[in-house]
C-alpha cells in the first residue's frame, strides 16, 4: 500500500474524527492561518456528514481486492456506461498480468503511441473498491485538449457518497509529489457529479469548447498544486 505524506483530506478526516468525537480541533495544527482552518473544518463536517465512515483507503490496486474490483468493471459494463478511467478497459482476468500491465504503464513501459506514463489508484471503502483514478503524469497537446491530468470513475452503486470528491482529492497528492505545480482536469459541462468534485478541489474554469467528436461541450479546470492545502 502506498503512503502519502498529509494531504488536505488527511486533515479534512483527522478533523471529521476530531468532529465525530466531539473533540475541539486545535488552534494552529499544521501552521494553517484560522481561515484556512476554518474552511478545512467546515469541510470535514462535510466530509464526515457525506461519507458518514472514515474507513476509506488510497492505494494502488493489489490483488487482494481482485474480485471487487472486477465487480466495479461489471457494474459499468452492465449500466451500459463509458469506461472511464479508461484504465477499466484493461484486461483484468488474469489479475498478475494486469497489475504487471498497470506497473509497466507508470514507468511509460510498453505504451501505445501517444501515450504517456501513467499510475492507477483505488478508493477503497470498507474493503470494497469504489472509485478508480488515473494519474497522467504529463500532458500532449491530445490530453490538453480533452482528457487532462487525472480521470476518475465511480462505481455505479457507490455514487453520490462523495467518493469522486475524495478520490480527486487524493489523486492530487500523486501528482504534487511527481513535480505537477498544477492538475488539468477535463469535464463534460453536462457532467454535474464531475463538476462538483473538481470544484470541492479547488478547480478554476480556464476554458471551455464545444468537441464535435463528442457533440457537447467540454470544460477545462485547473487545480494548483503549489500549496499543500487549499
Ligand atoms: C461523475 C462521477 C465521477 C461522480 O461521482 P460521485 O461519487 O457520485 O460524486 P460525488 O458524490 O463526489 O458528488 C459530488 C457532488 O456532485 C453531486 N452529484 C453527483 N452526481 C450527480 C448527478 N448525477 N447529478 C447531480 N449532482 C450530482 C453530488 O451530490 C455532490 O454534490 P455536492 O456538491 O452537494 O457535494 C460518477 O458519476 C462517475 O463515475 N461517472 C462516470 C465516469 C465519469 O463521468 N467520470 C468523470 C469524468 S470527467
Request: proline share 6%.
Amino acid at each position: 500500500m502506498l503512503r502519502f505524506r498529509s494531504s488536505s483530506l488527511d486533515i479534512q478526516l483527522s478533523y471529521s474524527i476530531r468532529l465525530l468525537s466531539r473533540v475541539p480541533p486545535p488552534r494552529s495544527s499544521a501552521g494553517l492561518p484560522v481561515r484556512a482552518l476554518i474552511t478545512v473544518h467546515m469541510a470535514a463536517a462535510v466530509v464526515a456528514a457525506t461519507l458518514g465512515s472514515v474507513a476509506i483507503v488510497f492505494e494502488e490496486p493489489h490483488v487482494g481486492l481482485a474480485d471487487s474490483y472486477r465487480a466495479l468493471v461489471r457494474e459499468f459494463v452492465g449500466a451500459g456506461e463509458p469506461l472511464v478511467p479508461f484504465v477499466l478497459a484493461i484486461p483484468a482476468d488474469d489479475f498478475g498480468e494486469f497489475l504487471r500491465r498497470l506497473a509497466a504503464c507508470a514507468r511509460g513501459e510498453g505504451l501505445p503511441p501517444g501515450f504517456v506514463p501513467h499510475s492507477t489508484y483505488w478508493l477503497v471503502n470498507d474493503g470494497e473498491v469504489v472509485a478508480v483514478s488515473n494519474l497522467r503524469h504529463e500532458l500532449t497537446d491530445a490530453l490538453r485538449r480533452e482528457g487532462g491530468n487525472i480521470g476518475y470513475g465511480v462505481r455505479p452503486s457507490a455514487r453520490r457518497r462523495g467518493f469522486a470528491t475524495v478520490i480527486l482529492g487524493r489523486t492530487l497528492e500523486p501528482a504534487r509529489q511527481r513535480g505537477l505545480g498544477e492538475a488539468l482536469l477535463t469535464c463534460a459541462k453536462t457532467n454535474v457529479g464531475s463538476v462538483r468534485a473538481i470544484q470541492h478541489n479547488g478547480g478554476e474554469l480556464t476554458s471551455e469548447e464545444f468537441i464535435p467528436e463528442r457533440g457537447e461541450v467540454v470544460q477545462r479546470w485547473r487545480i494548483d498544486l503549489s500549496s499543500g492545502v487549499r
